[in-house]
């Protein structure tokens, strides 16, 4: 019995640390063999020719379709990665001037507590930005993982229509 509750709690650690490390990685953070696995995969076999029976007539297709979604994803990167630089610059201005403006003892609460009010809003901003540009990055990724299995998925069927007929 006791040894059921240390596997028990065992499994519920692991979980909780694999869950919490995947919470915790920022959005560009992974590759995009890492981002799109199987869709990577496939690719290394469209361009090893060895793709499946059903895909060997349209490889240069599914290599155009690889190359399109390796070519969208470094823009998408980049762009959430400015984004973030931007959030962290911004952030570390603010509270440049916070403490210029509120040395110990404060001597002027009124112009602290405006800088520190600015600095507030200003952050604020900043952090919507960039958790719009997360959002975006988010959405691109699944609308390229779309596009990119749809393009097969009618390659699929054009080779099982042109065998049937």
Not at 29 to 41: F, K, L
Not at 86 to 110: G, Y
Not at 124 to 147: G, I, M
């Amino acid at each position: 019995m006791y040894k059921q509750i240390l596997r028990v709690i065992g499994v519920a650690i692991v979980v909780t640390l694999t869950v919490t490390a995947s919470a915790l990685a920022r959005a560009g953070d992974r590759t995009a063999a890492q981002t799109y696995p199987v869709a990577t995969a496939l690719c290394v076999n469209a361009r090893a020719g060895t793709l499946a029976r059903r895909l060997e007539p349209g490889a240069a297709k599914v290599i155009i379709a690889c190359d399109t979604l390796a070519n969208a994803f470094g823009p998408l990167v980049s762009t959430v990665d400015g984004a973030e630089a931007q959030f962290l610059s911004t952030v570390s201005n603010k509270k440049s001037l916070v403490a210029a403006a509120c040395p110990r003892p404060v001597k002027d609460h009124a112009a602290c507590a405006a800088v520190r009010a600015t600095a507030h809003t200003t952050n604020a901003a900043a952090r919507v930005t960039l958790q719009s540009a997360v959002a975006t990055f988010h959405t691109a990724v699944e609308a390229d993982r779309t596009t990119f299995w749809s393009t097969i998925q009618a390659l699929r069927s054009a080779s099982t229509t042109s065998q049937s007929g």
